[in-house]
């Protein structure tokens, strides 16, 4: 599985972005997809995830009433739209995929086997 993100850029806060996460090669509705960031000096953390019928979603608390994830009926294309950014949501936001047709979203990133290289999210005070 390839995995291409993409929509990242410079905004100022309380503005919006939509990152896009295009999944290529062996791709299977039974994939769980998420969203992680990583700022200089932090470990990755888990942002948002959404499982293989688009139904369950899990968000971080910094993410909850301001992201939104969503994936397309055919299940290769997810999107993150991220409202109301704040300084701290400054971060390379990388999406990852892991199969998984049941249970519950991981938020531990080394659970996951396929990652995408990365999208640069800036946001100024």
């Known amino acids: 599985v390839q995995l291409q993100a993409s929509g990242g850029g410079l905004v100022q806060a309380g503005d919006s972005l939509r990152l896009s996460c295009a999944a290529s090669g062996r791709t299977e509705r039974n994939f769980v997809m998420t969203w992680f960031r990583q700022s200089p000096g932090k470990e990755r953390e888990f942002v948002a995830g959404i499982d293989r019928t688009g139904v369950r979603k899990d968000y971080s608390e910094s993410a909850k009433g301001r992201f939104t994830i969503s994936r397309v009926s055919a299940g290769n294309t997810v999107y993150l739209q991220m409202n109301s950014l704040k300084p701290e949501d400054t971060a390379v936001y990388y999406c990852?995929?892991?199969?998984?047709?049941?249970?519950?979203?991981?938020?531990?990133?080394?659970?996951?086997?396929?990652w995408g290289q990365g999208t640069l999210v800036t946001v100024s005070s």
């Open positions: 990852a995929s892991t199969f998984r047709p049941y249970g519950r979203i991981p938020t531990d990133s080394t659970t996951y086997n396929y």
